[in-house]
């Protein structure tokens, strides 16, 4: 039997973690002939990062990247990637361990009363390795989550209510809930012997007339847990009664919480946000029940905004629904349509979903930071790894169109890979040498290793500041001016150098490369429509001070830097890298004593034409204005010793030029992801309907991947490329068998 010969088109997280995963059977090499086709001159799509060797090769990144300790499937990957990869133990991140640290500081904005209030959170490390966990739970485990959650937060509410005198009762008024307690009550006394006394006053109230559940929240939520306990050991989905009496109790604990605490939200911090948590938590079980997720699924939810989901849940509209935790959680995803901040759009079914895993299923830190760039820390040891096993990679390469046809059967396939070839390598015997040395460790230079290309074209691409990585780019037209024919084509025909193609281009690519395609499969084209995407922007601060210099205070006893969301725009997210400074190469006068990320939405609500080669230019000068307007107007917030109301101390920049003033910042890195390859991939409601699974086009040897298509996440984000690239490898090879947390948006 021939191998099939499997080409890979794009270098993201998907199409290498379809590689990885065709390559751990036996034998594989016997089954496959993998190729994968990249344009300009690294992996990574839009996690690629690359090394700046003018500047002390320091990291440029597209954005903020961390991981959360929620994403089971990808720690397991890259675990296996570093373990087979068995780097020598004296070279630096050596293991995915020294590669990964957990991170569990997380800071938030709060505006309120015309004012930025921080509210810090410290999560407990949970003991255990992520890739170890588990996504997947029955709608009972999740309540009980949610409910272990609750029930903290409740206490430390009521705590601070008796400091003020505020009731623990919680009131039952409605005769019509008699049956709803009762049922209650024969589900739980069995389960009581602990709690003996206290439950005889429990019994006594129902006895009487039905005037308490309790005298207690905090009993009442004592019992909650061993009513939630027995669902979660019996997984008893059809008796109706169990709902009812559930959603019975959530609303006593609502109407605890509104009469009780209303009216101190506006002035008091503390039991403001513990109110929040305890409401976004009551909101969220009581939209599972009114909703049927145990009987529809996840899915169901994905008619709403996660925003009008919460409101239509019954959590308080000002505080909760607009709260810091949520806001941050559109910032996380950049769920704003066409970057317009004021159109916020999430699937209620992606957010809660998401919001549960990352809040519920973590091990180690919350989240986990990579210790150099995230091209160093991922894109390096799989690159090394499969080109070690035999996995070729064409850079160089940019996909212009796939070709139909009809296979043997007459069926659908894709006939034709065009391409264009972008460069012409010094030695064509040879293949293009990626990887730069920086402190012993293989990283991506920021630039293309011009001394592999021929010594015309290299000296034209430097000449013209030429991005070879670019969807708007002047280079096809400076190549014809040069050398009189534009630049050359590669036509891939299938039976002779592909049989099937993985198409690992990100969503925004579809309608530039494959238009003959979505005028043949409707489903397709509707996935094209309907899955949109969002322009990105970030730019990173070298400093030579330290957090505390900028004023910055707010530090945790672990000592760990902040990691912020839900700020002023533009630039909602900043975070503190310092991890990084030492896999960069300063000279000990330069050497940067912070690093500060910063990204966001960029507004963006029309792209032209691949013709009007200046766009992507005017969009990065825009974001310099933005970074220039968030330090000189905004940060003196959080770093009120280096900015003040319309100023920044430019001086504390690291710039080797050692401009002055505002001339210091062009010294800085910043950038506009707005390539249809670099867009973020947003799920605004209803669009998950219009995902496809890897296999699901008409055509016979395609399969898509990447976190655009219908995953257990169907989000944009690691773990939902890593998902889709293990769909993909086992649609072509049977393997992996299993993936976690697939089936999260389907019925138990």
Aim: proline share 4%; hydrophobic share 40%; glycine share 6%.
């Amino acid at each position: 039997m021939s191998k099939q010969k499997i080409a890979i088109l794009g270098g993201g997280v998907s199409a290498m973690t379809s590689a990885f995963y065709l390559t751990q059977q036996q034998n594989w090499q016997e089954k496959y002939d993998i190729t994968v086709y990249q344009q300009g001159w690294r992996l990574g799509g839009k996690g690629a990062s690359g090394r700046n060797a003018a500047l002390g090769h320091r990291i440029e990144e597209h954005g903020l990247h961390v991981w959360f300790g929620a994403y089971v499937n990808s720690f397991k990957t890259i675990e296996a990637v570093y373990d087979q990869l068995a780097r020598d133990p004296n070279e630096p991140l050596a293991t995915w361990q020294e590669a990964f640290k957990p991170h569990s500081f997380v800071v938030l904005q709060e505006y309120v009363n015309d004012e930025w209030d921080t509210w810090s959170i410290d999560f407990p490390e949970i003991p255990g390795n992520p890739a170890e966990g588990s996504l997947d739970f029955h709608f009972w485990e999740v309540v009980q989550f949610v409910y272990v959650w609750l029930k903290k937060f409740i206490d430390d509410l009521e705590d601070k209510g008796k400091q003020l005198n505020k009731s623990s009762k919680v009131a039952v008024a409605e005769d019509d809930d008699e049956g709803l307690l009762t049922h209650f009550y024969e589900q739980i006394k069995d389960k009581t012997d602990d709690i003996r006394d206290d439950f005889a006053e429990f019994k006594d109230d129902l006895d009487d007339s039905l005037e308490h559940i309790s005298d207690h929240i905090r009993l009442s939520s004592l019992q909650l847990g061993q009513f939630l306990q027995k669902r979660v050991d019996d997984k008893d989905l059809s008796n109706t009664k169990h709902h009812s009496a559930l959603a019975f109790l959530l609303r006593k604990m609502k109407k605890w919480l509104v009469d009780e605490f209303d009216d101190l939200l506006e002035e008091q911090d503390e039991i403001r946000r513990v109110y929040i948590c305890v409401d976004l938590g009551l909101a969220i079980l009581t939209g599972l029940l009114d909703d049927k997720v145990y009987d529809k699924g996840f899915g169901v939810l994905n008619q709403y905004d996660f925003r009008q989901w919460l409101l239509k849940s019954g959590a308080n509209d000002k505080f909760s629904v607009h709260s810091a935790p949520v806001r941050g959680f559109y910032d996380l995803v950049f769920g704003y349509e066409d970057g317009n901040f004021e159109k916020p759009n999430v699937e209620a079914g992606v957010a809660c979903l998401a919001m549960l895993r990352i809040m519920l299923c973590y091990r180690g830190g919350v989240m986990w930071k990579m210790q150099a760039g995230m091209g160093d820390t991922i894109f390096s040891p799989i690159y090394q790894l499969l080109s070690q096993q035999g996995v070729k990679f064409e850079f160089f390469h940019q996909v212009t169109d796939l070709v139909p046809g009809k296979d043997l059967l007459q069926q659908d396939c894709i006939e034709t890979i065009q391409m264009v070839q972008q460069v012409t390598l010094k030695n064509e015997n040879q293949t293009y040498q990626p990887l730069v040395d920086v402190k012993s460790l293989d990283c991506w230079p920021s630039e293309p290793l011009l001394a592999q290309i021929t010594p015309e074209q290299a000296a034209l691409i430097t000449e013209h500041e030429i991005n070879l990585e670019a969807f708007w780019t002047t280079w096809p037209e400076v190549y014809q001016a040069a050398f009189n024919q534009p630049l050359p084509v590669k036509s891939l025909q299938r039976g002779v150098d592909f049989d099937q193609i993985i198409f690992g281009i990100s969503v925004g690519g579809l309608p530039h490369v494959a238009k003959q395609l979505l005028e043949m499969d409707d489903k397709l084209k509707l996935t094209s429509e309907k899955v949109q995407t969002v322009a990105t922007q970030a730019f990173q601060l070298w400093l030579d001070l330290p957090l505390e210099g900028l004023g910055w205070t707010d530090i945790p006893d672990s000592g760990q830097e902040p990691i912020l969301s839900g700020f002023s725009e533009p630039f909602d997210t900043w975070a503190s890298m310092d991890q990084l400074i030492c896999r960069e190469t300063w000279t000990p006068e330069l050497e940067p004593k912070n690093v500060a990320y910063f990204c966001s939405a960029l507004p963006m609500a029309h792209y032209p034409p691949q013709s009007e080669s200046g766009f992507a230019k005017s969009c990065t000068l825009t974001v310099k204005d933005n970074a220039m307007f968030k330090l000189k107007h905004q940060m003196f917030e959080l770093w009120p010793l280096v900015a003040g109301e319309g100023e920044f101390e430019w001086q504390h920049l690291i710039d080797p030029q050692n401009c002055i003033g505002e001339a210091r910042f062009d010294s800085q890195y910043w950038r506009a992801n707005v390539d249809p390859s670099e867009r973020y991939v947003l799920s605004v409601k209803g669009s998950s309907e219009f995902r496809l699974a890897t296999d699901e086009t008409i055509f016979t040897n395609l399969y898509l991947t990447g976190d655009w298509i219908k995953t257990g996440v169907n989000a944009g984000c690691v773990e939902a490329a890593v998902m889709a690239g293990m769909a993909t490898s086992r649609a072509i090879s049977g393997y992996p068998v299993q993936i976690s947390g697939e089936h999260g948006f389907d019925p138990d």
